[in-house]
């Protein structure tokens, strides 16, 4: 079967109508992600197939590549108005050391090609990338790449065998049955003569099936994320990115938030064809003059004053379930924000409500998305955590603060990563980084988020407490002891319930003395058979001789035997204490 995918002439681009799929093209290193994607391309960009010098010479990808090429409407697609259908290739690199790159490509994708080497199987950069789709894009195609390298005679046996054990690992994940194509994309490897590549016919079967027209909203901000930028000499500068909302026009003004600097858009490109609109998910140039290239790596360039410089923020959150070590509250992890990513200080809290008892089997990674992701209520009350749980039905939050500020998107996808981790230590060579993942909920750009944005946050820990009776005062007061420190302060526990080990509840009226000692009032009076037990208690080695401890033990014998155990009567103490309460003020 024969494919029309062709390079187009300018003219004939500026009169077709492109439906375009932006498709990430992930994987381990020298799974052959580059190789698939010059084999599949028909037009590059300024940035694609490791031209990056530093790529030539290590042999890897070290940077986002882009490139593209089109083929006709599929059927299910026919009657949308589009004349040709256009794959954006987004080639991410698959050095550990550059995953904060590849999370920022995979955002920007709307179909995803999970890049396996046939020979070596899942390894630990496929999985952290599997992980990166099943949080960012709704469907997958596994490419089993270098089947060539299979001995002829037993490769197709050898490449059912190998679908069928990666559809064990699959089973467990958002994409239960992803198809899967078997290609050799250069053939008998890279120092090997030029081949035609094989199986790509069958890859752009399955990618056309498996293509659906992306969402797409020119209404709201511009939104642009910038991944390379460089001088045209009597041009301008040129920001190459995608948009990642709104629309843009030619002549727009544009600001560069992180510089503080607003620039008007001179012209556009999409892949070498001149365009004068731009809008949610396209790949384009934006052409811009008197500014220095060398200012802006990659970044968010957007609408004037819409992007916020965040201080701190709150996400909702789920653990990564890859990740086996535990995910603490105050850690200081890596946090991936867009194409940003700094350190950041966590602290990990749930709904204040219960657990379910018999939680629901078969849970999922949850897919954050911005339009589905409900605002904070920041009138509701949380349980603070001690760390963050692996897929539980209840709700989890994370107040992130960063280390520095940050430019990003109000909802951003959110992705928190060890990458400190030594991935050249054989004790962590297949570990996942990757902690957590989420969605922005809500943030602050206060300079003092700690006493501005903090306190807003209604987070408790709950607190208990345990003393003793110390004596009996009268039949509604008692006296208690080892609840407090000496140097307590009183007042601040003044007016909270407190309950005897013998059910009766009262109120503390304050401090007795200067060791900590405190009085409790019972409004209506405590037990009969507690009092007989406080008085028994209170009469041992008292001066009243053998009458009155024979007194003591006659009443002793008409009490409840829980209440005449020998044991102290204790006193419990339960309150909240709300975690960023600079007064640390106790609530019941």
Not at 56 to 81: M, N, Y
Not at 509 to 515: A, L, T, V
Request: aromatic share 6%; with cysteine.
């Amino acid at each position: 079967k024969k494919y029309n995918i062709r390079n187009h002439s300018s003219a004939t681009m500026a009169a077709t109508n492109f439906l375009n799929i932006n498709l990430g093209v992930l994987g381990h290193i020298d799974s052959g992600k580059t190789s698939l994607a010059r084999a599949l391309s028909t037009v590059a960009s300024t940035a694609s197939f490791d031209k990056n010098p530093q790529s030539k010479e290590r042999g890897i990808t070290l940077d986002l590549g882009f490139s593209s090429f089109s083929v006709d409407i599929p059927q299910h697609l026919a009657g949308l108005g589009f004349d040709r259908l256009q794959y954006t290739l987004v080639d991410c690199p698959g050095h550990a050391s550059l995953i904060k790159t590849i999370i920022g490509g995979a955002q920007i994708i709307d179909l995803m090609i999970l890049v396996i080497d046939a020979g070596k199987g899942i390894q630990t950069q496929t999985a952290e990338c599997l992980v990166i789709g099943e949080v960012t894009c709704d469907r997958l195609v596994v490419v089993l790449n270098k089947v060539d390298l299979f001995p002829a005679a037993t490769r197709a046996k050898q490449i059912d065998k190998l679908k069928a054990k990666l559809q064990k690992t699959f089973a467990a994940t958002r994409f239960p049955n992803p198809p899967m194509v078997a290609v050799a994309a250069h053939p008998g490897g890279s120092d090997a003569a030029t081949a035609a590549p094989e199986g790509l016919p069958e890859l752009i079967d399955v990618l056309q099936a498996n293509s659906v027209k992306p969402e797409r909203d020119s209404s709201g901000p511009f939104v642009f994320a910038v991944d390379h930028c460089f001088a045209i000499k009597g041009q301008g500068t040129v920001m190459t990115g995608t948009a990642l909302s709104g629309m843009c026009n030619v002549n727009d003004q544009v600001e560069l938030p992180t510089l503080r600097q607003v620039k008007k858009v001179k012209s556009m490109q999409m892949f070498r064809k001149p365009v004068q609109r731009i809008i949610q998910g396209d790949r384009a140039g934006l052409c811009v003059t008197q500014f220095d290239p060398a200012t802006l790596e990659r970044g968010l360039v957007s609408t004037p004053d819409t992007l916020p410089c965040m201080t701190a923020a709150v996400a909702r959150v789920e653990k990564i379930r890859f990740h086996k070590a535990p995910c603490l509250t105050k850690a200081r992890l890596h946090v991936s924000l867009g194409h940003a990513t700094v350190m950041a200080v966590v602290t990990f809290f749930t709904a204040d409500e219960p657990a379910p008892v018999d939680p629901p089997k078969g849970l999922k990674v949850t897919r954050f998305t911005a339009a589905a992701t409900e605002e904070f209520d920041f009138g509701a009350e949380y349980r603070f955590a001690d760390e963050l749980q692996p897929l539980t039905p209840r709700a989890q939050w994370a107040l992130l603060e960063f280390d520095q500020p940050v430019v990003c998107q109000p909802h951003a996808l959110v992705i928190g990563s060890r990458l400190d981790t030594d991935y050249n230590n054989p004790a962590h060579a297949n570990e996942c980084r990757l902690a957590f993942h989420g969605r922005l909920v809500a943030h602050t750009t206060s300079q003092e988020p700690k006493t501005a944005f903090y306190p807003q946050l209604r987070v408790y820990k709950d607190k208990e407490r345990d003393g003793v009776v110390d004596r009996l005062q009268d039949e509604q007061t008692i006296i208690g002891r080892a609840l407090f420190k000496k140097e307590t302060q009183m007042e601040k526990f003044t007016g909270l319930k407190v309950e005897l080990s013998t059910g009766e509840v009262g109120v503390i009226e304050g401090g007795f003395g200067q060791s900590g000692k405190f009085k409790v009032a019972f409004r209506n009076g405590l037990k009969p058979e507690t009092v007989a037990a406080l008085k028994s208690k209170g009469s041992k080695g008292s001066k009243g001789g053998k009458g009155a401890n024979k007194a003591a033990a006659a009443t002793a014998e008409t009490m409840d035997p829980a209440t005449a155990s020998s044991g102290p009567i204790t006193v419990h103490l339960r309150f909240k204490r709300y975690v960023f309460d600079a007064d640390k003020t106790m609530v019941q």
